[in-house]
């Protein structure tokens, strides 16, 4: 019998996320753009490639054959996907294909009751990104790299799981699942230190990767009421605060919404730890519909952007529908 499983990383450049007057010039001139967000369900990775929807995946396939319920074989297949870059100036626009570094894949773990597979995927862009560096030769006129690594565990019981296990501080990495539904998210993106360090052997290809701070995925009521408030007529306020500051207190006044933008929040109950979320995560509903006061204390682990909205920019019915599900000490 054989059982099969995969996971898939699409990495794409979220709104804001370049840093810097120079580098977002472009952007904020139309020249390059910013992403849309990925689907939360992939069906055909090759069509999202093709429309341009993301910079480069990464998709890991793995099977193991079972005979008397014992692993006796296995394999991986996949690979890395890599996307072009078009520039538009005018009524002009030119085309750069990407350059994609060679697939890196260990050999597999296997024990007697399962088999971990291993893959990074990446490349760089194609277009020059000139750069002072902080090494010889001290100045990179390649893009820098990025990429991700997936591990993937099939077991001989069936089951399956998966985890990001390093990835490039840049873009935004999203995680899907062997039925392509969005499971995971990276946390944090840090461009500056992308852009001056990712090169060389700062990378796989190199002697090291990057840890990947990899969170929980906000709910689709959460996505929806964040294109809302960002999309929105009254505009919330970006705030950026740094690791270990305190957002709500638990008891304590308070009315304000934050979604996240980037970064990564802990939820914390009579001092004992909940939940961490990431991008796209919203808070503080529950203070605004039971008596204005925080039920729990929400603090940065990272630093952190954050939207800071007032109650009345998200419709009632839609918080009510929102804090039954962030109900978290309640499930534990």
């Known amino acids: 019998m054989r059982i099969e499983s ?4 699409i990495s794409w450049i979220p709104s804001e996320a370049i840093k810097g007057l120079a580098m977002k010039l472009p952007f904020d001139k139309g020249v390059a753009h910013y992403d849309e967000p990925p689907p939360d369900v992939v069906e055909d990775l090759d069509e999202l490639r093709r429309a341009d929807r993301f910079r480069f995946a990464n998709e890991l396939r793995g099977w193991v054959e079972l005979e008397g319920g014992r692993i006796v074989g296995h394999g991986q297949s996949g690979g ?16 750069f294909a990407a350059v994609a570094l060679p697939d890196l894949r260990p050999d597999p773990v296997v024990t007697g009751t399962e088999v971990t597979f291993v893959q990074t995927c990446g490349g760089r862009t194609g277009v020059p990104a000139p750069r002072r560096v902080r090494r010889a030769p001290f100045l990179q006129f390649s893009a820098p790299l ?4 997936l591990s993937l565990t099939i077991a001989a019981d069936g089951s399956s799981r998966h985890e990001l296990t390093g990835a490039s501080p840049f873009p935004r990495h999203w995680v899907y699942d062997a039925q392509g539904k969005l499971s995971a998210k990276s946390g944090l993106i840090d461009f500056s230190t992308w852009f001056r360090r990712a090169f060389g052997k700062h990378s796989p ?5 990057s840890p990947a701070l990899a969170t929980e995925v906000e709910t689709a009521l959460e996505r929806q009421l964040s294109l809302q408030l960002m999309h929105g ?5 970006v705030r950026k605060v740094k690791a270990g500051t305190v957002l709500t207190e638990q008891g304590a006044p308070g009315d304000e919404l934050f979604l996240v933008l980037d970064g990564v929040v802990r939820i914390e109950v009579d001092g004992e730890r909940i939940a961490e979320y990431g991008p796209g995560s919203l808070h503080g509903e529950r203070a605004v519909l039971e008596g204005g006061r925080r039920t729990s204390t929400l603090s940065a682990v990272t630093a952190c952007t954050l939207a800071v909205a007032a109650a009345d920019q998200v419709d009632r ?9 962030h109900r978290r000490e309640e499930r534990r």
């Open 205 to 209: 290809w190199g002697d090291q990767d």
């Open 146 to 149: 990025a990429w991700t690594t």
């Open 80 to 95: 890395g996907h890599i996307g072009s870059t078009t520039l538009k100036l005018g009524g002009r626009q030119a085309t």
């Open 6 to 9: 995969a996971v898939t990383s």
């Open 233 to 237: 007529s009254a505009k919330p306020q």
């Open 317 to 325: 019915a839609a918080l009510v529908e929102l804090s039954a599900g």
